[in-house]
């Protein structure tokens, strides 16, 4: 089973609709939990971290449920500039900051 | 700040040639890490180090090594190259370790034929 994993879509989906994605992780000991972004062909950047209470940053809302090893991610109100792909992003319990990444999702978003 | 930067951003390599990919980061961070991206998967690391003169291996070290000797720079060596390492290479760096935003330099794209 892999660590972390992702459907990898793709998403396809119109401008201005609400679209989730799925991340369940493997490592019970994880403690830590973010959404990067990765646009084509560049380096992955922070969207947002991912709190035990849920977290919002605009239109994104980030949930994490310890018990199931399940952390989400919703888009409201889609933008074009939103197409990227989404990449779920666990730190085991071993520290060092070591970033264990799910495959991506990637979302285009159309007129 | 120019953060993290990578050299080169592309490079050709034949099969059983060696290189070294450059990795500097000028925001005085104390933990420097390298990633693998294939085509269509997430990143997977293949060294890390917590401080100047500290590196450890990461889930796909075989084929590379890694010295750490500055804070500022954290070259990925790859000797006898593999059509498997073709791949896309990041550095990343960042101030403190499990909460702390990671940050990534451009990249380097490799092609070992």
């Known amino acids: 089973r892999k660590e972390v994993e992702q459907d990898p879509g793709p998403f396809n989906v119109p401008e201005g609709a609400t679209v989730a994605f799925n991340c369940t992780y493997s490592?019970?000991?994880?403690?830590?939990f973010f959404w990067y972004r990765q646009d084509c062909r560049k380096e992955p950047k922070l969207l947002m971290s991912?709190?035990?209470s849920g977290n919002e940053d605009g239109r994104f809302t980030a949930q994490l449920n310890r018990a199931s090893q399940y952390i989400s991610l919703l888009i409201r109100d889609s933008k074009l500039s939103d197409s990227a792909t989404y990449l779920c992003?666990?730190?085991?319990?071993?520290?060092?900051?070591?970033?264990?990444f799910g495959q991506g999702t990637i979302l285009t978003v159309h007129p | 700040n120019a953060g993290v930067t990578q050299t080169p951003k592309f490079r050709i390599l034949k099969i059983g040639q060696s290189m070294t990919l450059q990795c500097t980061q000028d925001m005085n961070h104390n933990y420097m890490y390298w990633y693998r991206q294939d085509p269509g998967m997430g990143l997977k690391l293949i060294y890390y180090?917590?401080?100047?003169?500290?590196?450890d291996k990461g889930e796909v070290p075989n084929g590379y090594n890694v010295s750490r000797s500055t804070t500022e720079d954290f070259p990925l060596r790859l000797e006898l190259a593999a059509p498997s390492q073709t791949s896309v290479y990041f550095c990343?760096?960042?101030?403190?370790?499990?909460?702390?935003?990671?940050?990534f330099g451009p990249g380097t794209r490799l092609t070992v034929l």
């Open positions: 991912v709190y035990s």
């Open positions: 990343a760096s960042t101030y403190g370790t499990d909460y702390n935003e990671q940050f």
């Open positions: 490592n019970s000991a994880s403690q830590s």
């Open positions: 992003v666990v730190i085991g319990g071993t520290s060092y900051g070591k970033l264990t």
């Open positions: 180090s917590v401080g100047a003169g500290i590196t």
